[in-house]
């Protein structure tokens, strides 16, 4: 018997966010549990042409977005794909963000014409069935789930600091939702008490002119550096060398990247915002903030007290391997792929 074909639509490819590693993961796993996964993506020009063919042809039997504002443009570039099973799966902006603004109606037609809805966390229902309470039955809750490549954790002298240094890493793209701000003003306040606390972000340009402020900020800030980009195989070697994560979301669709450094060891620390609340127990596997005040004080907690650090760290990296296992992420899409296709 030949396996199901399914295509598997991305927003992005070309930089590593979060949707970037999200889609890689998921092709990875579903393609073990026996699915022939083709993957496009909406900012690469390659391969349209030829999904659309295989389209054509009634190859695939299944279509799965990611990003509710996505639907609209792979209908009008792959027409045949209106007739597929669709799954969706909201990743963070498109219901924190776009549903609220000029997309909303984009966002409810994706919403009514998927099969299948797919949320990360059981506080995003709410916000979905109140606009539209029709699609309650739709809804599926699976996490995202932690899949690290190994990697020797990072030489702390090639980045120039010390054994005794504290290290908080910030993994985010610079765009106006991330609030880098939030870190750097932290930083500022913070190293004031701290003398041996550093901040690394590292992640894509992606709003420049964003970007080019915060860089600007960073460059007056002697203690904070930005790495850029980084290869998602390489992380878990950064992630190795640090000792604290942050995550300073305005909103979130679930903190992946604070999740990745958790299941690390590193205690976190994150902006308490629908996505990142009810993540972890604040006090327990690390702290939630409403401030840079309070981020900074946080800060200061963890990088002054190891014993707490590491018990919270080792708190995070149990929290992670129980509640966002890859395999029980995959399972449950390879479930909810049954459900449309049958058994």
């Known amino acids: 018997m030949s396996r ?31 699915y022939a996964m ?28 990611l990003h509710a504002a996505s639907l609209e443009q ?13 799954v969706l799966t909201t990743t963070g902006t498109d219901i924190n963000v776009d549903l609220f603004g000029p997309q909303r109606p984009v966002i409810e037609k994706a919403l009514q014409q998927a099969d299948r809805i797919v949320v990360f966390s059981p ?7 109140s606009s539209l309470p029709d699609i309650s039955a739709k809804l599926r809750i699976i996490p995202q789930a932690v899949d690290l490549s190994d990697h020797p954790a990072w030489n702390r002298s090639q980045l120039n600091y010390q054994g005794d240094d504290i290290i908080a890493v910030l993994p985010s793209g610079l765009r106006p939702v991330k609030r880098i701000e939030w870190a750097l003003q932290a930083m500022e306040m913070a190293a004031v ?32 550096v930005y790495l850029g980009e980084v290869d998602h195989k390489e992380m878990a070697g950064l992630y190795g060398m640090a000792d604290l994560v942050l995550n300073t979301s305005l ?41 840079p005040q309070e981020l900074a004080q946080a800060m200061i ?15 995070a990296a149990s929290l992670v391997h129980q509640n966002y296992a890859v395999e029980w992420e995959w399972e449950q899409y390879h479930t909810l792929y049954r459900e449309l296709l049958g058994s």
């Not at 979130?252 to 450094?261: D, F, M, S, Y």
């Not at 907690?301 to 708190?315: I, K, Q, S, V």
């Open 38 to 65: 083709d993957m496009l993506s909406l900012d690469s020009p390659q391969g349209w042409s030829w999904a659309a063919e295989r389209l054509s042809k009634g190859d695939y039997q299944l279509l799965h977005i």
């Open 74 to 86: 792979v209908w009008q570039r792959l027409p045949d794909t209106a007739g597929l099973p669709l």
């Open 4 to 34: 199901p074909s399914v295509l598997l639509i991305t927003p992005y490819l070309k930089q590593q966010r979060g949707n970037t590693v999200t889609s890689l993961r998921l092709l990875k796993g579903l393609s073990q549990l026996g």
């Open 193 to 224: 008490y701290c003398e041996n606390l550093h901040l690394v972000v590292v992640g894509p340009n992606i709003d420049h002119r964003y970007a080019q402020a915060i860089l600007n900020n960073i460059e007056q800030l002697p203690r904070t």
């Open 123 to 129: 506080t995003f229902v709410p916000i979905l069935t």
């Open 251 to 291: 909103v979130e669709g679930q903190p992946q990247a604070a999740l990745e450094g958790m299941s690390m060891g590193l205690p976190a620390i994150m902006s308490a915002v629908t996505g990142n609340l009810g993540i972890m127990t604040s006090g327990k596997e690390g702290f939630y903030v409403d401030s």
């Open 301 to 315: 907690t963890l990088a002054d007290n190891r014993p707490l650090r590491l018990e919270m760290g080792a708190a």
